[in-house]
Structure formats: C-alpha cells, structure tokens
C-alpha cells in the first residue's frame, strides 16, 4: 500500500506541474508568433500606400 | 515594467512553492488514515480555488465590460478564464488520481466532480467560442454573457459539498468549517501553495492579457490597412 500510495501520490505531483508546463509552452509559443505577426502587419502597413500608389 | 512584474510574481512564486514543497515531504508526517498519498491535498485544493477565484474575477470584468463597452475589460476576462480552466483541470486531474487510490476508481458521477466537470467544459466551450467568432464586439458581449452563466455552476461547485453528501468530503479548510477538520500545520502548507499558485495565475494571466493587447492591434491595423 505504501509504495502505492507514494507511486501515486508522484503521478499526481508529476501530472499537476506537466499541465502548467506545457500551458507555459503554449504561452510562450503563441508570444513569439503574435510578435512575428504584429512586425508582419506593420510593415505592410508602412509599404502599402507605396504599392497603392 | 510588466515583465518585471511577472518575472517577480513568478521568482516570489517559486521561492515560495519550494519551500513549501520541503515542508510538505520532509516537516509534514503522514495522514493517520490515508498515508502518504494525502499530500495531493496540496496542489488539488489550491488549484481548484485558483480556479473558482480567476472566474469570479473574470465574472467582474466581464460585467464591467458589458456596462462601459471597453475592450480592455473582455480581453483581461477571457485571460483570467483561460489560466482558470487550466488551473481546473489540474484540479480534475489530481483528483483523480486521488480517487483512484482512496475509492478505488478514477472517477465517480459525484455532484462536486461532476459540476466541477460542466464547469471546465463551459469554459473551454467559452474559449472555443471567441475563436469562433471574429467580430470583436459580438465576440465580446456573448463571452461576457456566457461568463455570467458559466459562474452560476461555479457557485455550484463551491456549494455542492455542503448541499449533498456523496464520496467527495465535506469542507475541511478553517475559513468553511470554523476550525478543527485539519491540522494547523497542514492548513498552513495548504495556504502556502494556494498563495504560491495564486501568484503563478496572476503572472500567467498578465502575459496573457499583453497576448490579447497585441492580437487587438494586429486586428485594428489590419482594419485600418484593409489587408
């Protein structure tokens, strides 16, 4: 029962910090691409008078 | 000067979260009737109030938003929703395994798992939903609207262990029960980690909200570039 317990008691410790770890990656996976997205449209923004022109 | 907010938030929370942890193996003894395992308590319980808390607050910002019309309000709401689902499925997920030891199974339709269940799904339907739809202020006002409705099941959970006796136990935390269920020192871990994860949500939800800042912009100059 005591190795049980303790097995299960790592698996529950393990799965709590595995969730917030992988929400932390998916955070920060979608900051970077928000970012390249923000430069994308700003510097189509800045050309496209230009190219209106 | 938000990053240096969320880098403190996140350091005060880690300091905090290992000491406790510590405590937690090696200060604390075992529980007399469920041993070691007991120690879930640590995480399971702080997480599932993280949880309830970030929708309450998220409730007040959405209420706010449908009373002034500003979008700041929706976009810190559908923040603090989305860290409180995740912190509601660590507290599904501890729970069961919890359960698996104690009761023998990994889940039972008991009424505190199963409205905490319809809670999580509510609320990921709500961040389904604003993914959904692509007119800002439809997409605002039917996640507030839904972020009203989705609070009432919370109070559900919260309620749910004092209105029916199933296998979940009854309240055990001081401030519900006027003392006496737990052991002051477990109670303290207890409110160590709640504190902890509290600062891990807030930090969370804080690079979130700047997420949500940067998509409006990237919304309104693609509006003003019509691209």
Not at chain 2, 1 to 19: C, D, G, P, S, T
Not at chain 2, 27 to 36: K, N, T
Not at chain 2, 149 to 167: A, L, M, Q, T
């Amino acid at each position: 029962m005591d190795a049980r317990n303790f097995t299960f008691m790592f698996y529950g410790f393990l799965a709590a910090w595995l969730i917030v770890l992988l929400y932390v990656v998916s955070l920060a996976r979608r900051s970077a691409r928000l970012r390249k997205e923000l430069e994308d449209v700003k510097q189509l923004v800045a050309t496209a008078p230009e190219n209106r022109v | 000067m938000r990053e240096k907010l969320v880098v403190a938030l996140a350091a005060v929370a880690a300091l905090l979260l290992a000491y406790n942890l510590y405590h937690i193996f090696l200060v604390l003894p075992d529980e007399a009737s469920q041993g070691f395992i007991y120690r879930i308590i640590f995480f399971h319980v702080p997480a599932g109030i993280v949880g309830m808390i970030g929708f309450f607050v998220a409730l007040t910002f959405s209420v706010l938003y449908l009373s002034g019309g500003d979008f700041r309000y929706d976009s810190l709401a559908a923040s603090i929703v989305e860290v409180s689902v995740m912190f509601s499925v660590v507290n599904l997920v501890t729970g069961s395994i919890w359960a698996r030891v104690i009761w023998g199974v990994w889940w039972t339709w008991d009424y505190r798992l199963t409205s905490q269940l319809v809670c999580v799904l509510i609320f990921a339907g709500y961040l389904m939903m604003r993914r959904a739809i692509d007119e800002p202020t439809q997409r605002a006002r039917l996640s507030a609207a839904l972020t009203i409705f989705g609070c009432v099941d919370v109070v559900i959970v919260w309620k749910s262990i004092e209105w029916f006796r199933n296998n979940h136990p009854g309240p055990v935390l001081d401030f519900r029960t006027g003392g006496g269920k737990m052991d002051p020192a477990m109670t303290h871990s207890l409110m160590l980690n709640f504190v902890g994860l509290l600062l891990v949500a807030t930090a969370l939800a804080l690079v979130r909200t700047r997420q949500e800042s940067a998509a409006r912009e990237i919304d309104s100059l693609r509006r003003a570039a019509h691209v």
